[in-house]
């Protein structure tokens, strides 16, 4: 089963006013949807937009693994953990906060930022946290995160290329740049699909893309 969720019906939130946009893909906040709560292991896709100076200031997390893909810009990360790290595009940023952690994330750059922080559920909550930056992620070489069950895999398809979808329980595709199309279904900027129980799917690209694709275990 494919479900196709549109950029236009994210929900909006963030802060005007501070240089803050938000569009969150699941219920997020103040913005709740039963039916909305999560797709497999993943709880959150939202896609935060920072004005030069603008940020998230120390907040508090736990008992869930937060994976941060830069768009534009970079991202300015410290945690109560020690560690202090400026994040840019083709990186991907992990943050496990297991029994909790705090961060700040802020844009310190003069140009706007643009990312998207995928939160996902751990299989065993609790436990220490842990944070790592892998520097230009390859296409070919999947981010593995088996604390969630999960492997993300970043695809920068050239117009016409093809890629297969994993065949696995759940995969969740989220379209950064670009458009591909899935199943008859063209997929734009901040589009997503859904689809459970994956078998002989792939994207083709109507123009230059790069999608984000999370093959989820059961």
Known sequence: ????????????????????ESLHAFSFGRFYDPDNLRFGAIL????????????????????TE???????????HR????NATVVGPGDVQRLSS???VRHIERNDGQVPLTFVQMWLAPKDPG????YEVVRGIADATPYALPEAGALLHVRRLATDERTAVP?????YVHVVRGVVRLAGDDLGPGDAARITDAEGLE??????????VWELSG
Request: with cysteine.
């Open 1 to 20: 089963m494919i479900s196709v969720w549109r950029a236009g019906g994210r929900y909006r939130g963030g802060d005007e006013a501070a240089g803050i």
């Open 79 to 82: 945690d109560s953990a020690g």
């Open 44 to 63: 959150a896709c939202n896609e935060e937009r920072l004005a030069p100076g603008a940020g998230f200031d120390e907040h508090p997390h736990s008992h």
């Open 66 to 76: 937060i994976v941060t893909w830069v768009m534009e810009g970079e991202l300015t």
């Open 203 to 212: 994207l083709a690209a109507a123009v230059a893309a790069e999608v984000l």
């Open 98 to 100: 297991a029994g909790g």
């Open 167 to 171: 065949d696995a329980p759940f995969v």
């Open 127 to 130: 436990g220490e946290p842990a």
